[in-house]
């Protein structure tokens, strides 16, 4: 059994930045990929940066230059470094994994956090 367990999460002003960290623990397969993916209030899901099992990166297109994607101790944790944060960036941010990226990009996902709350004020 796989869980997630999301950290660092907080409000900021606008032009701030925060981190957001993603505890795994259980196992996964060899080949397998973990994502952030925010849901803002009355918004639909979406996906905003994901890290293959090899390290490959991927970013939705409003975030990329701002947000930072890694994982670090032996891959358990995935990190988020938010810079630049902006008003629209208000959601509560999920981290999420699957066996593959594909399915995470479109917001769905066979495992997730519990979400942490990031409020960016102007």
């Known amino acids: 059994q796989v869980e997630l367990k999301e950290s660092g999460g907080g409000s900021v002003q606008a032009g701030g930045s925060l981190w957001l960290s993603c505890t795994r623990s259980g196992d996964l397969t060899t080949r397998y990929c973990m994502a952030w993916i925010r849901q803002a209030p009355g918004k639909e899901r979406e996906w905003v940066a994901s890290i293959r099992s090899d390290r490959l990166t991927y970013y939705a297109d409003s975030v990329k230059g701002r947000f930072t994607i890694s994982k670090v101790n032996a891959n358990n944790t995935m990190l988020l470094q938010i810079d630049s944060l902006r008003p629209e960036d208000t959601a509560t941010y999920y981290c999420?994994?699957?066996?593959?990226?594909?399915?995470?990009?479109?917001?769905?996902?066979?495992?997730w956090g519990q979400g942490t709350q990031v409020t960016v004020s102007s």
């Open positions: 999420a994994a699957d066996f593959s990226c594909p399915g995470l990009a479109r917001a769905s996902a066979k495992f």
